[in-house]
């Protein structure tokens, strides 16, 4: 058995430990629990919270993709004055804050995942923040090495109240300032724009014209900086496009422009040509997992799209599989993909059963059928 003390620095960091921490693993925590004291009276109680160190045998893990937040589950193995051994207790996982992983058989590319994630740059800059306007709400994204994580979700007044609106345009107008002032707010409670490459403001109608000059006016009025200065890298969507759909949005020009050579924009690419391909009854892509390793047999395989929840599956003889597979790709010099399932992609390449390939040249008849 080894062990190792791991310090998750970003919420990319749980995401990467949920896929890696797998039932029967070991998870050793200095934690926190409320306890109540009974006083001298005996009929009276009062509580504190006591420091102590929990060694849990996993059953457990569970990742919150709104809230960024991994929470493990398992029975209490040693002693101490609070919980007792056989015991359940549950665990959140939080960033910077150290704990110990054991595992009785440590895998390669477990190994390597953490490697990868220690010698990953820490708080790099964002790809993007969104801020897209829906009908009664804003929704404030963050995506970020190929994560998207909605970080905030503010709703108008009429929705609050079950879409009364008011009768005078001056009312109307106080309402959306209101509106506007809580989006804002919310924008800069997450979002560093020191640390943010570039913010897309997207709507259907002329909300993110009118966001971006109210951002700009509120700034000034409020002597905030970071906005005062990053204003010429905060850019309004063609609305047109969007629909309202943050898949969409991603892929417009405007969008995609702002994401030159980030895998984000290579991730969306290569998956615009294989809905192309489809589209268009091409021989140039294959699906499912037996076709695929044909496809690369014969290498054929020009460009691999995988969901890490294939590539980092619990199954060991599966991740095995997969990972052979993404391994031969990279060593023929080809690319490999890996979406992770908190992108806003993964539910459309989930539609092609989590893997597909974008082939070199058109291969005899493959079955598709079989995986």
């Keep these: 058995m080894g062990r190792v003390t ?3 620095e970003e919420s990319d960091d749980l995401w990467i430990l949920y896929n890696i921490i797998n039932p ?19 009929k009276n109680t009062t509580a504190s919270r006591v420091r102590l160190s929990v060694h849990l045998k996993v059953t457990y893990r569970d990742f919150d993709k709104d809230s960024s937040t991994l929470c493990i589950q398992g029975r209490n193995l040693e002693p101490n004055g609070y919980v007792v051994v056989g015991s359940f207790h549950t665990l959140t996982l939080e960033c910077n804050k150290p704990f110990e992983l054991h595992k009785k058989v440590w895998k390669h590319d477990i190994v390597e995942a953490l490697e990868e994630r220690e010698n990953h740059e820490v708080c790099p800059d964002a790809e993007l923040t969104i801020n897209l306007f829906q009908q009664d709400h804003a929704e404030i994204y ?3 090495k190929g994560v998207t994580a909605m970080v905030s979700k503010v709703e108008t007044s009429s929705s609050r109240t079950g879409g009364r609106k008011s009768s005078s ?6 309402t959306k300032n209101v509106f506007f002032r809580e989006v804002f707010a919310a924008f800069i409670k997450h979002v560093d724009l020191n640390k943010v490459k570039n913010t897309v403001i997207a709507s259907e109608d002329s909300k993110k014209d009118e966001f971006r000059r109210f951002m700009i006016s509120e700034a000034k009025r409020m002597k905030i900086i970071s906005v005062e200065e990053n204003i010429g890298r905060i850019v ?3 609305g047109s496009g969007c629909n309202g759909d943050l898949k969409d949005l991603l892929g417009e020009s405007t969008v995609m422009n702002l994401m030159k050579d ?3 924009r290579l991730q969306i690419r290569a ?10 009854d091409s021989d140039c892509a294959c699906y499912r997992l037996k076709s695929v390793e044909s496809a690369q047999e014969m290498g054929a395989i020009e460009t691999l799209l995988i969901s890490d929840e294939l590539y980092r599956s619990d199954e060991v003889a599966t991740r095995k599989r997969y990972g052979c597979l993404v391994k031969a790709v990279k060593d023929s010099g080809r690319d490999a993909l890996v979406y992770s399932s908190m ?8 539609q092609f059963t989590g893997i597909v390939a974008i082939l070199i040249f058109p291969l005899p008849v493959l079955d598709d059928d079989a995986y």
Excluded: C
């Design 6 to 8: 791991i310090i998750p």
């Design 24 to 42: 029967d693993d070991y998870v050793t925590i200095d934690t926190s629990r409320k306890v109540h004291h009974q006083l001298n009276d005996g």
């Design 142 to 144: 963050l995506i970020e």
């Design 169 to 174: 345009s001056s009312s109307f107008s106080n």
């Design 236 to 238: 309004v969507a063609a």
């Design 262 to 264: 980030s895998m984000v």
């Design 271 to 280: 998956l615009r040509k294989v809905w192309d391909m489809v589209s268009s």
């Design 343 to 350: 992108h806003v992609l993964a539910e459309q390449l989930q």
